[in-house]
């Protein structure tokens, strides 16, 4: 999976249930997926083109004869993970079935080997259509998803099985397909990234080798588990954490500055930003000539990690540490001493971890036994760092 979440292919079959799939998109975006809509041709008398590039805010295909240089029908099909098709006719499905290639969509499904979940809305006599039935039990042994239609009334006064469900629970199905799970819906989670900077003047700083990467991998980790998430980055890439609430800070001081205001709202801290210790006594305005840069006298900066404790009303904090030597020793000191109920320590020396895509150290939380992680992602860690929040928040 693409670290800004899951790329996956919304198709949407002609029939008026079409309309229906504009809320569905929105909802998959909330939830972290990358969402490209390849809608049939038929469909487009229902909601427009125009309508899906401006949800989606992606362009839309619905034949393979459009944009032909990059050849579409392999492209997307290379670059998807996983298929949502809402509605479903029985015209779809019959051609699914059949495997039939005869749009863009079509084309697709054939292409790819990615997961795909059909969410079938039709007039109940069609749905209960042997023809149907027999298109949908195919269907199945090749291994689609294929979720029942609701019962309800539909087109005019026809009632019976055949209705669109409910996004909530196509939602619900698509993320057991995807293990995209909800278990932080409700939840406000404030992370920290990056390195602050302290100025010696105009052009210096004092600062750290953070590249913000493990910040970012836990806030884009929470979203995707449900939770609102507010970022407070340093110094970062901003074009990494797109579609993340983030608040981009330089100093020690602004990010202070921007924890007192969210701190009271959120249910769990994650300073995972490399805070300066120290900064200059005084920053000067003009830059400072290379000879007079002989000394420059420090002053430690606010000890975040420790202000915020003192203010902790309920919250779940966790914290990290990056250590030469000693290291769950001084973890444990710094988790007593800043009131924290996680931490996680890792062995930077020689610059380790900084900057990598992968980690390695241990997390020790407050009511529990240290657990040893080896080598792996910072994805990774970031969602056992969250399954830790989970456990503290009952």
């Known amino acids: 999976m693409s670290q800004q979440g ?3 292919i919304l198709g949407v079959g002609g029939g008026i249930a079409a309309y229906k799939s504009c809320d569905l998109l929105r909802r998959l975006q909330d939830r972290g997926y990358q969402v490209t809509v390849v809608p049939t041709p038929a469909s487009l008398n229902f909601v427009g083109k125009a309508t899906w590039e401006a949800l989606s805010g992606r362009p839309v295909s619905a034949q393979v004869w459009e944009n032909v240089h990059t050849v579409p029908h392999i492209s997307l099909a290379d670059k998807s993970e996983f298929f949502v098709i809402a509605p479903a006719t029985a015209d779809l499905i019959a051609r699914l079935a059949a495997g039939r290639a005869d749009d863009l969509l079509t084309n697709l499904v054939l292409a790819s080997n990615a997961p795909k979940m059909l969410v079938p809305a039709m007039h109940p006599s069609m749905w209960l259509d042997p023809a149907t039935i027999s298109n949908v039990k195919t269907l199945r042994e090749r291994g689609f998803r294929v979720m029942e239609p609701e019962v309800g009334r539909l087109t005019g006064d026809d009632q019976g099985q055949g209705r669109f469900p409910e996004t909530s629970s196509i ?14 819906l409700g939840k406000k989670v404030l992370v920290t990234a990056g390195g602050t900077r302290e100025s010696i003047d105009p052009v210096r700083f ?33 074009k990494s954490v797109k579609g993340i ?24 801290l994650i300073m995972s930003a490399a805070v300066a210790d120290a900064k200059p006594k005084a920053s000067s305005f003009e830059k400072i000539k290379k000879s007079m840069l002989g000394n420059i006298e420090l002053t430690p900066t606010i000890d975040l990690l420790a202000d915020m404790s003192k203010s902790k009303n309920g919250q779940l904090i966790i914290g990290f540490a990056a250590e030469t030597k000693d290291h769950l020793q001084e973890a444990r000191r710094k988790m007593q001493t800043k009131g ?24 020790l939380t407050r009511n529990g036994a240290d657990i040893a992680v080896k080598e792996t992602s910072k994805d990774a860690l970031g969602n056992l760092l969250l399954d830790q929040a989970i456990r503290q928040l009952g």
Do not use: W
């Open 340 to 363: 924290l109920d996680v931490i996680y320590v890792n062995d930077v020396s020689g610059g380790a971890i900084f900057g990598k895509d992968e980690t390695m150290g241990t997390i």
């Open 245 to 268: 609430e983030t608040t981009h800070v330089v100093s020690t001081q602004e990010m202070h500055d921007a924890l007192i205001k969210d701190f009271p709202q959120c249910d769990v």
């Open 206 to 238: 004092i600062g750290n080798k953070s590249s913000g990467k493990q910040g970012i991998a836990i806030a884009l980790a929470a979203k995707k588990r449900g939770a609102q998430v507010h970022l407070i980055a340093a110094n970062i890439d901003e």
């Open 6 to 8: 899951p790329e996956i």
């Open 171 to 184: 939602i619900r199905n698509f993320d057991e397909m995807t293990g995209n799970v909800s278990d932080l």
